[in-house]
């Protein structure tokens, strides 16, 4: 379906009635200690299907989207405006799909579906544009970036920018990857700002991944040059036939020091320094994302920073316990996304000392309800673990034995690659006195796991330092 301008709806009773429901629903929620972030508004739309089409929208509505980033993205834009005196609403908490949307739109209106806030920041799955964008109007739009991500939803790239392309209405304002040839080409008609990283060094450089979602010209089939390559697909390119390329960068950053964690972007308003949250290419990303937006929204470069200066990155994202002269590192590396495990792989086989990794991303929910596809194993790029500072690769859960096959297929040799189908043996099986920090690789469901085998190396480490 084509966007269409124009499609909310006028109120009726069902609107209203589905309204009260979901209301009560998430009272009752809260009084029961749940935080009903996905039923009401899933009640709310079964019983009132065309309910985001009805309910009150903020003033102004930020949507983050893409691949990987838009949590992140969407949580740090969130933070800067709470601290710089602004009352937005959002889903952090909650789903990104439809339901979840619905769930924050009816916290934030009256008992007659007008909205009582100003403005709004909406993470959003890319997947779900078509129940989401056509019924709640984006006064702007992030898009991160765009890879082929689980083969259940969103396997190929050009059927999810298609699903984009169809639903971002012609007035939304795009803030745009500049180094994504997959998505900085959506909507052509829409005003836009590209974010990206003009400076280069080794750490900021792809070195041989498996995946590239783009390498011929889309609009004549060349194949594409590129001047260099991030990681994946993300970078500059040209096509040497026609005009398709990547565009000028609006807010790029020019210098990187990783020892004093700032970033130097240059901006339609001059260069400026920003503290960067984290040590990954990725936060780099996130960084200079948020700034366009923020800057765009007309948010000073003083009150980002001062925003900036007292975040931390969120524990569920990476969390780090020393205990003694040895690190006990958690990080999430989601399951079944290639690109954002390839790109955690990447980043833990560049830090200092002797490593063990704990693959702990398998589907938490494999036994239960489904039955994981391992094919997004073979377009992971396990071979950055074949390193000779990574001691162990500790492969953990109902799919270990797969898992270690594709280490053993990546060249890791049998002795550091071992597999423990079992979630409570893993403590055991690391070999604590041969490395200076283990990485434990956390899926989103697998959090609670993780936090319990970091609780048993914890304890490990203890008592060997007593």
Known sequence: MEYEKGMKEKRTLRFIFALWVAKAMKLALKLLGRNGTYLPGNTAIRLCPNFLGQVGKPKTVIGVTGTNGKTTVSNLVGDVLEKSGYTPIGNRFGSNTNAGIATVLLDSCGLLGGSKKELAVLEIDERMAPKILPYVHLDYLVITNLFRDSYKRNAHVDFISSILQSNIAPDTKLILNGEDLVSNHLCPQNSRVYFGIAAGDAK???????????????????KLQFEYIRYNHIGRAHCPNC?????????????????????????????????????????????????ALLSE????????????????????RFEEDIVGDKRVVMMLAKGQNPIACSRVFDFVRHQPGKKAVVLLNYDYFDKQETSENIAWLFDTDFEFLDHPDINQVLCVGVRALDYQLRCLMAGIPADRAQACPQDERAADMLRLDEVDTVFILNDLYTYDVSVALQKKILEKLQKGVA
Request: hydrophobic content about 35%; glycine content about 6%; aromatic content about 6%.
């Open 297 to 316: 929204l007309g948010l000073s470069q003083q009150k980002i920073t001062a925003a900036f200066d007292a975040m931390q990155i969120v524990k569920t």
């Open 204 to 222: 900021s450089t792809s070195q041989g991944n498996i995946i590239h979602d783009i390498l011929v010209c889309p609009q004549c089939g060349a």
């Open 243 to 291: 005009d398709f390329g990547s565009p000028d960068l609006d807010y790029a950053v020019q210098d990187i020091d990783y020892q004093r964690h700032l970033l130097q972007i240059d901006t339609p308003s001059g260069r400026q320094t920003y503290r960067l949250v984290g040590d990954n290419i990725t936060d780099i990303y996130n960084t200079v994302t948020a700034v």
